[in-house]
């Protein structure tokens, strides 16, 4: 049963970036949300354990497309120096959904027996959240990015305007630095893949380098010694001791909450601390307290101390502290972030297909090993916590403070820097808007273009002026280079160069 809902999704995450790409980030989730809301109706109002188990297996279905749009909409529209914390809040507001139904089963534990209402009332609560994706959905903007692809620039301009410029003039600087960064993103990728598929993932050494990392940290979110807790902590507490139902319920909804005040510290620390430092901090937390965490079971079942039972309940507190300042808010953003746009849905499925796949193993493997070997069964998850700690150190890189096109580029040099120069909110706020023509049609433009020799060019089709920027192509330095060029601009904007701005920002009439 446990399994039920890893088995719907895993058969349909691999066709679930191919909806995403082809129909848009929000049509996904509707149709993701729909199918989940059906598998909830056939749960709650199910006559048998196979029905009940069948729509779980309906829900993990829809699981798969709503998991799969909804962080690359997030990823995509946000602003770019909020992009770390808003895709880190995604998964993180998880547990809000865990602390609900944590407090409400423990109601229903004890009105069980007493009516059949007691487990079919939670299972009808879980209607709420896709009927409120359902009726919402259409009032959140489509992403900018996938309207590019499709041609639609105008549109994503516009987007990009309202949203990140504050509703100013969709050819204003910052949407028109933006627009040339995907637009020139877009066709650097269609010159690699004309029609990307999941081989377009492992088909250069930098895609390659992202799908091992995107392995990596997928499996180490599930097999870090967290599946012991999060699926099994019945026989987690049964091996210290603590017996009474209620009381592992009330640990249980404790945690919860614990651990959504420790995931949304990690989403605030993400940017202050970076990518990279918060992995480390949390793998060698992680590893400490866990290795503590096995002393203490272990004393338990050969001395029976009560001082080793005390102890193990705030050390499991510890570990899932340590988890969940980077695990829990950065598997899914900074898959995010390192995937260019042609792959970014394949990657993001890939992600979720081990993730889900490395918890059915969990599911199925944990009980086993618990029962047949106890507290031993720990020791294997002290020399795996060894193993991703070295995984962390030699290969995950910085990306804080970069654009989504900028930090995918990084994988594509030889050897990616580990830590890179941070870009606070000024770099982009400050930067000069020049006048240029609105657009105002949706067809498939040119309006965004980076060219090699003069610099990146905004022009309007059919327009009578243009923006040009000067210089040996700031964007595409942008992209393949060090992300200082802001600062640059910022500075020549305030006379700290010795020439005029004017040669960094111009506006030419044609007639």
Known sequence: MNCAQSIGTLSVIPLSPCVADLLGRRASMFFGATIVLAGILTQALSTSAHIFIGARVLIGIGNAFTNSAAPLLISELSYPTHRGKLTALYNSMWYCGSII?????????????????????????????????????????????????KGLESQAARVLARYHAIGSSESGHLVAFEMAQIRHAHNVERKVASSPSYMTCFATPGNRRRVFIILSISIFSQWSGNGLVSSYINFVLNGIGITKTRTKSIINGCLQIFNLASALLGTMLVDKLGRRKLFLISNVGMLIVFSMWTLTTALFHETKSTIAVKATVPLIFMFFFFYDLAYTPMVISYTLEILPYNIRARGLAISNFTAYLSNAVNLFVNPLALNAINWKYYLVFCGWLVVELVIVMLFIVETKGRTLEETAALFDGVKPPRNTEWRDNLSFARMPQPRSPRLDKDTRDNHFELHESSGDRCSASGSQSRIELQGHSKVQNSVFGSPSHLETIVGVEHGDSGHDSDSDFRVDSHT
């Open 101 to 149: 139904s944590a407090w409400i089963c423990l109601v229903a534990y004890d009105q069980a027996g007493t009516s059949e209402w007691s487990w079919r009332i939670p299972v009808f609560l879980q209607a709420t959240v896709p009927v409120l994706q359902m009726s919402f959905i259409w009032f959140i903007p489509e992403s900018p990015r996938f309207l590019a692809a």
